[in-house]
């Protein structure tokens, strides 16, 4: 019988394979933990190594598979302003599919979106352009990881500090599910995840009320521990309280 994480979300069948004790192995779920911003910074911030940090705002930002996102060089990470005038940040994925002909096919994508400055910038875009900066054009991203293997297990890593064990999976469904709390259209959910047909991205826009229950319910509970009498107040020797920051 499986067991049922707090903060879920339904989802069809989907296997996925996860890196662990050295070894492949294969799961089929219907259930899928959804990461938060607070989890992500919380693992931002216990990364020791600079490229763990590039690899956690790569797929968090993009939702690309890992495949895709070992792949990526420095000269298919792009910014600047738009026509526009605005500021812009993207980033070219590759991915190899087959075709209608039986042979393999290499299909890029480019995922672009703002780049915020200011009080408001994005600390993840940020970290990758400021890594990125550093690499000739042809120099990979993640020189360190350069298979599917190592990836999946640096990325089990990063989240058990915080007491999880997420795979790659979970971070590309929960990208795709704020996407879709954002307000893309399954079009552009669509391009942006690089599926085949709408059909596999309907299930995030069918996840947004439930999303928006499990985030109340969240900061529901957190109010309740930070604001509902000094005695359920988390804090340190000192009287001064802990927070989680925003859910």
């Known amino acids: 019988m499986q067991k049922q994480a707090v903060g879920c979300l339904m989802s069809p069948d989907t296997a996925y394979t996860r890196y662990k004790d050295g070894e492949y192995k294969h799961y089929n779920t219907s259930i899928v933990e959804l990461i938060f911003e607070n989890d992500v910074r919380a693992m931002y911030r216990l990364c020791k190594l600079e490229e763990h940090r590039v690899l956690l705002s790569l797929i968090w930002h993009t939702a690309a598979r890992p495949a895709e996102i ?3 060089k420095a000269k298919d990470v792009e910014w600047g302003l738009d026509q526009r005038g605005g500021q812009y940040f993207a980033i070219r994925v590759c991915t190899k599919k087959l075709g209608d002909n039986g042979k393999f096919q290499i299909v890029e994508r480019t995922l672009q979106s703002t780049r915020p400055l200011g009080m408001d910038s994005n600390m993840y875009i940020e970290q990758i352009i400021c890594h990125v900066k550093r690499l000739l054009p042809d120099e990979y ?3 360190n990881i350069r298979t599917i293997r190592r990836l999946n297990h ?3 890593a990063i989240s058990k500090p915080i007491g999880k064990d997420w795979a790659p999976y979970h971070w590309r469904h929960s990208t795709m599910t704020h996407l879709a709390r954002s ?3 399954l ?3 669509q391009y942006w995840k690089g599926a085949k047909t709408i059909h ?3 299930m995030y826009l069918h996840a947004v009320p439930a999303y928006i229950a499990i985030e109340n319910i969240r900061k529901e509970r957190e109010r309740l521990v930070n604001v509902g009498g000094g005695a359920t107040k988390r804090g340190d020797s000192n009287g001064q309280t802990e927070t989680d920051g925003k859910a």
Do not use: N
């Open 154 to 156: 640096v990325m089990h």
């Open 200 to 202: 596999s991205v309907s």
């Open 141 to 143: 991203v993640l020189p």
């Open 187 to 189: 079009t552009q959910l």
């Open 183 to 185: 307000g893309l259209g």
């Open 70 to 72: 070992i792949e990526i």
